[in-house]
């Protein structure tokens, strides 16, 4: 940051014309002084918060503040003295992630970089796979044999929620346990997994290599209760349909009732009659 050649090329070249008009000594303070306003300006852009930056600090600060309020209220209503510099566990979060907002910031990201370099970052934190799976023997490792029926069981090395079974006859299935959710019909906030319902995924849909995990889970909407209406049990699930995470719906309507080792398929219309004995149970209590 001393003479023209540290200057912007197009100010510096500027720069040398006026000077060659000078004396030498006057020249050089010229070439100096410039040097060091332009320096100058150069550190303010570099360390200037972006709107980008400020617009975060901001939501940051005000979701940080509800967190406080909330562990206010914890604190009155436990008759304990609130203290601001407590740990925060939402708080941290919020900290963490700002953290983690800046640092994007930093390496300049912006417009399309931004949005792929979100899309890598929210796969890394969902341990998914950024390259697809190729289902080759380096990726697997034996993890048991089911001693009932002689099915070996494999885990893949890059997505361990992923599973090859290999049957005695020689036939090979997978099925990956965080690719299908159950929900509720009856209530969306009821997610829940059940074997029964989540097979239906990869029956409808096998899993196929090269295979790239979704970010998004396949959604079951199931109807699941017990005819008697007893907490916690059931002995009647229905399975409705299949929300697949592009957006589209696949009807199922499969219906079934508890049997003495295993569940029996049935019609709709007796799902229907073990349906409405549940909800009577229900008014007589």
Not at 27 to 33: A, E, G, T, V
Not at 73 to 86: L, Q
Not at 125 to 152: F, S
Not at 173 to 194: L, M, P
């Amino acid at each position: 940051m001393g003479d023209c050649c540290d200057m912007e090329p197009v100010k510096a070249q500027k720069c040398v014309g006026k000077c060659k008009k000078m004396p030498a000594p006057l020249w050089w303070l010229s070439c100096k002084f410039s040097g060091i306003k332009w320096g100058i300006k150069a550190f303010i852009r570099r360390h200037q918060k972006s709107a980008m930056e400020l617009w975060v600090e901001n939501e940051v600060r005000l979701a940080i503040e509800r967190e406080q309020e909330a562990d206010r209220k914890d604190c009155e209503e436990r008759g304990k003295k609130y203290n601001p510099k407590d740990f925060s566990y939402g708080s941290e979060i919020y900290k963490s992630a700002l953290r983690a907002y800046k640092s994007l910031l930093k390496d300049g990201h912006s417009g399309m970089s931004w949005a792929f370099t979100t899309s890598v970052l929210t796969r890394m934190m969902k341990n998914l796979p950024l390259t697809p799976l190729n289902g080759t023997d380096d990726e697997w490792h034996e993890c048991g044999i089911r001693n009932a029926d002689g099915v070996v069981d494999y885990q893949n090395y890059r997505k361990s929620s992923l599973f090859k079974h290999v049957h005695p006859d020689g036939t090979v299935t997978y099925n990956d346990i965080d690719r299908a959710v159950c929900v509720d019909a009856e209530d969306k906030g009821d997610v829940h997994h059940f074997g029964l319902c989540t097979s239906v995924v990869d029956e409808m849909f096998p899993i196929t290599f090269p295979y790239i995990p979704d970010s998004k889970p396949y959604k079951v909407v199931d109807r699941i209760f017990d005819t008697k209406g007893k907490h916690g049990e059931f002995d009647t699930v229905g399975i409705l349909r299949v929300e697949c995470p592009d957006g589209t719906v696949k009807l199922v309507d499969r219906y079934y009732k508890e049997g003495e080792k295993e569940w029996i398929a049935i019609g709709k219309d007796e799902f229907e009659l073990r349906l409405q004995s549940y909800k009577d149970s229900l008014n007589n209590k």
